[in-house]
């Protein structure tokens, strides 16, 4: 399988603003944010569907997961921070974490997720955000 996107990120190859990372998962600010505070929590191991990870692969995704929704809402303090894994774009798994204080707030984000996609990254924002996010 050639590398995805993700697989190269984790391997230094392309830059990304690191939040978080472990032995097996990398958090990291998503470069198309549909709000600030936008987050992508990988594994480093690479499989297109979630579940195909294995069960400790799974496992430490989803205690990443946990601990990156903490951090977010508890810096940005949102009422939530909400985990949506759609696995559409990059086919590596990958769990999007956006802060949130509302139902509408969190539709309307994800209804911009492709429109941001197609927006120039302002990496200075991201770099800020990041900082912000790092434990």
Do not use: W
Not at 6 to 11: A, G, L, N, Q, S
Not at 13 to 24: A, G, H, L, R
Not at 77 to 82: E, L, P, Q
Request: aromatic fraction near 6%; charged fraction near 25%.
């Amino acid at each position: 399988m050639e590398d995805s996107v993700f697989t190269k990120i984790i391997k230094g190859e392309i830059p990304c603003e690191k939040v978080y990372e472990d032995e097996k998962t990398l958090a990291f600010v998503d470069i198309h944010p549909v709000m600030p505070g936008h987050v992508l929590v990988v594994p480093k191991a690479q499989v297109d569907h979630i579940e195909d990870l294995s069960q400790a692969d799974y496992s430490a995704l989803m205690l990443t997961v946990k601990k990156v929704m903490a951090r977010v809402q508890g810096v940005l303090g949102t009422n939530r921070a909400i985990m949506l894994a759609m696995g559409y774009d990059v086919p590596h798994a990958h769990v999007h974490i956006l802060p949130s204080n509302s139902g509408d707030e969190f539709y309307n984000a994800v209804g911009r997720i492709k429109e941001a996609a197609d927006k120039e990254p302002d990496h200075n924002e991201l770099a800020k955000m990041a900082e912000k996010l790092r434990f």
